[in-house]
């Protein structure tokens, strides 16, 4: 049950976060057109299917990553150092543009 609580915690922060990444809302159809996967103009429930289990995966994978020890459960100590290290990665990035 912990497990699920934080699972879904994490994939509930990243769609704030992914929407925030879209313009919080306003993101001109950015995310539908992801979903949109044969560009009809129109989500069908398996589209639908689809991005959700997409985005979970990706999610599960964030999490596995922050869970530096495989216990199963991500610590403040583990989810602080993946920030860094993504922050850090970040900054390099934007240094070598």
Do not use: C, P, Y
């Not at 925030?20 to 589209?47: P, R, V, Y």
């Not at 922050?66 to 922050?87: I, L, N, P, S, Y």
């Amino acid at each position: 049950m912990r497990n699920w609580i934080i699972f879904t915690s994490l994939a509930l922060v990243s769609v704030w976060s992914l929407a925030g990444h879209h313009g919080g809302g306003h993101d001109k159809g950015g995310m539908f057109k992801h979903a949109d996967l044969d560009k009809n103009g129109s989500i069908s429930l398996e589209e639908h299917e689809a991005a959700i289990q997409k985005m979970a995966d990706k999610r599960r994978q964030k999490f596995n990553k922050m869970d530096a020890d495989g216990d199963g459960a991500v610590t403040m100590e583990e989810a602080k150092a993946q920030r860094k290290e993504r922050h850090s990665k970040h900054m390099h990035k934007e240094a070598d543009e």
